[in-house]
């Protein structure tokens, strides 16, 4: 009888602990590295790569980008830090923000 209510003590607490796991999960934000997102309830960090010609570059870069992909919006900056010029000639830009989910 002992043995009983120490294994239907183990499985009620397993059954506690399984159905709590989920709750403190979901606070967590996920992140996708396939493209350096972060998502964190309605918003995220997004960077974008954009790719200019020399002629698109002579006249200058754009400070911003404005994103409206998905249902997800937003404005997007440079980052003056990450950019480059590739072996082809063009100029490989990043562009990243905050983006909100929209309703």
């Known amino acids: ?3 009983k209510k120490v294994i239907t003590s183990t499985l009620l607490l397993t059954s506690l602990i399984i159905t709590a796991v989920p709750a403190y999960a979901s606070n967590v934000p996920s992140v996708k590295s396939q493209d350096d997102i972060r998502i964190q309830g309605n ?5 974008v790569v954009k790719y200019y010609t020399r002629e698109e570059a002579r006249s200058g870069f754009p400070n911003s980008i404005e994103y409206a992909e998905n249902g997800w919006y937003g404005t997007l900056y440079i980052d003056l830090k990450t950019w480059e010029q590739q072996p082809d000639g063009r100029y490989r830009v990043e562009y990243k923000g905050t983006v909100y989910l929209g309703l």
């Open 43 to 47: 918003q995220m960090e997004m960077t």
């Open 1 to 3: 009888m002992k043995i």
